[in-house]
């Protein structure tokens, strides 16, 4: 089995509702922000390659963008899923599967391309994946609430409606080498891969915990719908992750790739971060 991290370009958001409640002078001391409060994000995707087959973990935010989303989250539109996959010598075409950890607008947006410059027709940047989401998150993205609603731009989700989906309706195995962990606090129905290689048990944390920080089961971010259900949830699977050593991938922590929990004195806490290169070296 070969796990590769994708780097589909860095971003920016603010950082006060990236970090909650927790106040500035605590969040400052491990994220720096600039003169506008905008803190740099990681849009980190996870390749596996079981050897029959090639499963891509969310796709990044790809290219359909607006110029003012490119102003406003500095993005560069150089880097995305397409072009991380032929860094390591893979094409759109060999994926057979893509897991959506969730629907928000950078964690699928590379999943569809404009077909044309009119951006009124569509493609499946990976028209032989089969794609892999919750029936719960499907369902909510459709029909968003208005807090939420930003999140899930109608030519983000729309064009997958054409694409082969697979929908999930409740946590455990979804291929031999992946079991699933689902969480409804950030949104609901939002999927977290946990991948047993034989050796490690890696778990793609996607928005549960977006960065290494966030281990602090206090630190939420206030774009969680459900904040108090995301607390409950981060515990039981913080918990789950401390019993069975799992290795934390995350997915928006643009200094730390991975990292390894130990039992602290307010609970599960970081012990070390690595690469994931390092890791299975």
């Known amino acids: 089995m070969k796990l590769i991290s994708l780097e589909t370009g860095n971003f920016k958001i603010d950082a006060g509702p990236m970090f909650g409640v927790i106040p500035k002078s605590m969040w400052s ?45 500095h993005l560069n539109l150089n880097e995305n899923i397409v072009n991380a996959l032929k860094k390591n010598g893979y094409t759109p075409e060999s994926i057979t ?50 807090r939420e609603s930003a999140a899930y731009p109608p030519e983000y989700i729309l ?16 291929f031999p080498e992946i079991n699933i962990f689902m969480s409804d606090g950030h949104t609901p129905g939002q999927i977290i891969p946990i991948i047993d290689t034989g050796k490690h048990k890696i778990a793609f944390t996607a928005d549960l915990v977006p960065s290494a920080v966030h281990v602090n089961l ?27 050593n799992y290795v934390l991938f995350f997915e928006h922590d643009p200094l730390q790739e991975c990292g390894t929990l130990q039992e602290g004195r307010k609970g599960p806490e970081i012990k070390e971060t690595f690469a994931l290169s390092q890791l299975l070296s």
């Open 29 to 73: 001391k491990h994220h720096q922000a600039d003169e506008n409060n905008m803190c740099v994000l990681a849009n980190r995707c996870l390749l596996v390659d079981t050897g029959t087959k090639r499963i891509v973990i969310d796709t990044g935010i790809g290219n359909k963008v607006t110029d003012k989303l490119v102003k406003h989250y």
């Open 218 to 244: 206090l630190w939420i971010s206030a774009y969680d719908v459900y904040p108090l259900t995301a607390i409950d949830e981060k515990e039981a699977f913080l918990k789950e992750a401390l019993d069975n």
């Open 97 to 146: 599967d893509v897991i959506f950890t969730h629907l928000h607008w950078d964690h699928c947006g590379g999943a569809v391309d404009y077909a044309s410059n009119d951006h009124h027709s569509f493609v499946n940047v990976f028209p032989n994946a089969v794609f892999h989401v919750s029936s719960k998150q499907w369902e909510w993205a459709l029909h968003p609430n208005k």
């Open 159 to 174: 064009p997958l409606k054409d694409c082969k989906i697979n929908f999930v309706d409740k946590p455990g195995p979804l």
